[in-house]
């Protein structure tokens, strides 16, 4: 047999070394695979939590409290002893009053996760914010609690045929949106005598929980077109105070309201020459009157002291306020009067001091309302208030900066297509 030479031997030697390389290779990667998912990270799904509390071992039951329903009622059904109850009730005083709990609130009910299902936390709902959580378990403990409030920037813009609270309805807006329009210009703006082709733009905050609406933040800005003239108003905060402001920051506010009724209409003018619906004969009318049903509120239009409240003949039941030394004010033919209201009685502006009525000489509800000068009647629809305090000058950069980002925004919102804006 021929030997193999020594070339070929030293060949054979390199090639078995580098298989066995090879196979050290191979096996290392293999065992690396198989340790592979040993070092993966694993992610657990996060626990979820409603009212602060983890709920993933719990069965929940979320209903609405039922006429004739009360803390206990409810407990009982969860398997909540009676005397676990009286310490719940005993625990409670100081923190919330178990008897305020009304039908047609919220509740939820955690319960243990088994057969007995045995309540170990009932949630109550008393507000769309606000909680109350009553522990049940091996410990009792009662805690107050509040939901976090979504603030999101909206708008509104519409055009009045009829009525402003028919303008809200004709865009699907919010009808609190008409309350705080009026509100804000009720001492520049004669909603009494607001005409067709009239329109406004405002820019608000909607306010959610959950995702679900709960109503109507602050109004941020507005433009309301009365007569072809426009009337701003921008939200700006001083001295901690929000408040509104016109264009050249003089503030919206008023010595007096614009008028004494909310969303009615004038019947009759000042006049110095009217025939009495009643008496059929001629003779001055000094003052307003307002068309209204029985009941509604009346408001002073400023703040001051009753001088009169009393039956007073023809005018019926009659108010008069003194505001200062030089105004005054009276509301006739009143139905009632307002909490608290007699002679002597201090009153604040907007405050409800009577109600609409026919009392007196009277065809029918309404408020015949009188302003005076010095003592003498002048034209309630002709009267100029004084504004209150205008921003103040150190302020005025400030506000010039949120006027114009205001005034950018609701210029933006007369342009075509542009239905709402992305919150702030």
């Not at 078995?16 to 694993?42: G, M, Q």
């Not at 100081?94 to 057969?115: E, H, Q």
């Not at 239009?301 to 005018?315: C, K, L, M, N, P």
Request: hydrophobic share 35%; proline share 5%.
């Amino acid at each position: 047999m021929k030997l193999f030479s020594r070339k070929r031997i030293i060949e054979i030697a390199v090639l078995v070394v580098i298989a066995i390389v090879i196979l050290f290779a191979v096996d290392y990667y293999l065992s690396a695979l198989r340790k592979a998912p040993e070092t993966e990270n694993v992610y657990e799904p996060e626990p979820k939590i409603e009212y602060g509390i983890v709920v993933d071992s719990f069965s929940i039951v979320k209903d609405v409290i039922k006429p004739g329903e009360n803390l206990s009622s409810i407990l009982l059904k969860y398997h909540i002893s009676q005397n676990t109850m009286d310490q719940l009730v005993k625990k409670s005083v100081g923190v919330f009053d178990v008897r305020s709990i009304r039908a047609g609130n919220k509740y939820t009910v955690l319960c243990s996760n088994d057969s007995v299902q045995k309540a170990e936390y009932f949630i109550y709902e008393h507000s769309p914010t606000h909680y109350v959580v009553f522990e049940t378990g091996d410990s009792i403990h009662i805690h107050k609690g509040e939901k976090e409030v979504t603030i999101k920037l909206k708008s509104a813009s519409g055009t009045i045929s009829s009525s402003l609270w028919n303008a809200m309805v004709d865009i699907n807006a919010s009808p609190n949106l008409t309350i705080g329009l009026s509100e804000i210009f009720a001492w520049t703006i004669d909603f009494y005598a607001i005409q067709k082709g009239d329109n406004f733009t405002a820019l608000y905050e909607e306010l959610s929980v959950e995702g679900e609406s709960i109503g109507l933040g602050n109004i941020i800005s507005a433009r309301f077109n009365h007569g072809g003239k426009d009337n701003f108003a921008y939200r700006f905060v001083q001295d901690d105070k929000a408040d509104y402001f016109d264009e050249k920051g003089m503030s919206l506010r008023r010595a007096f309201l614009k008028a004494p009724l909310k969303f009615s209409r004038i019947s009759s003018r000042f006049s110095n020459s009217r025939l009495h619906p009643v008496l059929r004969i001629r003779r001055p009318h000094h003052g307003v009157d307002y068309a209204a049903p029985k009941g509604t509120p009346v408001h002073s239009i400023g703040s001051g002291t009753v001088t009169e409240a009393r039956y007073a003949g023809g005018a019926g039941r009659m108010i008069k306020i003194r505001h200062n030394s030089t105004y005054s004010t009276a509301y006739l033919h009143l139905s009632g009067y307002g909490p608290g209201i007699k002679s002597g009685a201090r009153v604040q502006q907007g405050q409800v001091i009577g109600y609409v009525g026919s009392s007196g000489l009277s065809t029918g509800p309404h408020l015949d309302f009188r302003f005076y000068k010095n003592g003498t009647p002048v034209d309630p629809l002709k009267v100029e208030s004084p504004p209150a305090l205008p921003v103040k000058k150190e302020l005025m950069d400030s506000f010039n900066n949120v006027r114009l980002q205001l005034s950018r925004q609701l210029d933006s919102l007369s342009m075509p297509k542009k239905k709402a804006l992305k919150p702030l």
